[in-house]
């Protein structure tokens, strides 16, 4: 884990989840030479496609990985265009947010789901609110959210993490913009291994409680 002395973030080239630097820190994590021989994503990608999201609208999909795991049915959306151009090399249907809104899968109720992973933790809780609200238009009146962040180590881990999301912050989110959180858990270890592993993972499901235009 990169950290300074005093337990926070080391500083790093990237100074934002919009800079060059942190698309080459992605694509250097994800395709470190051990993780060739390791298919270290496949609990992930099992959890992932357990939880049956159809087609899925990722906010935030930086290089690809989770539209990867979704076998081609899903299309992400990142405000960093290297990161989207990497995504996009790969075969993937990836778009910055202002080209999505010109292409062909910008339709009302067009998605199943909507996923963000390791997404809500880089702003704040108002902040992940209006994203969302944002763009709860595509997602269809059944569908669902889906929010994955880190625990405590993973958290610690990126100095561009803002406010550290755990389940009743992630909750708290959900119910506001008028859903329903229907399942929770802490994958892919018990919630206390989040202070030791790094890739612990917070996951919350929610349905939505109430119809698009009503009130409140």
Request: hydrophobic letters at 35%; charged letters at 25%; glycine letters at 8%.
């Amino acid at each position: 884990m990169n950290e300074s002395t005093n337990g926070s973030p080391a500083p790093s080239a990237a100074q934002t989840t919009a800079d060059p630097a942190y698309t080459v820190r992605l694509v250097q994590k994800q395709y470190a030479w051990w993780k060739r021989y390791i298919d270290v994503q496949a609990p992930y990608r099992w959890n992932l496609r357990r939880l049956k999201p159809g087609f899925t609208l990722e906010i935030g999909c930086g290089i690809g990985r989770n539209l990867k795991h979704l076998a081609g049915n899903g299309v992400g959306l990142d405000h960093n265009i290297h990161s989207v151009d990497f995504a996009r090399h790969q075969g993937l249907k990836a778009f910055t947010p202002e080209d999505f809104k010109k292409s062909e899968y910008c339709g009302e109720g067009r998605f199943d789901s909507i996923l963000l992973s390791h997404v809500a933790e880089h702003m704040t809780q108002d902040q992940l609110e209006a994203l969302l609200k944002e763009y709860l238009p595509f997602l269809r009146q059944d569908g669902k959210i889906i929010l994955i962040t880190p625990q405590e180590v993973g958290y610690r881990s990126d100095h561009t993490h803002v406010e550290f999301m755990d389940f009743a912050k992630l909750r708290a989110v959900i119910r506001k913009i008028g859903f329903q959180p229907v399942r929770e858990y802490s994958f892919p270890f018990p919630r206390p291994i989040g202070h030791l592993f790094i890739y612990n993972e917070f996951v919350v499901i929610g349905r939505r409680t109430r119809r698009l235009g009503d009130r409140g």
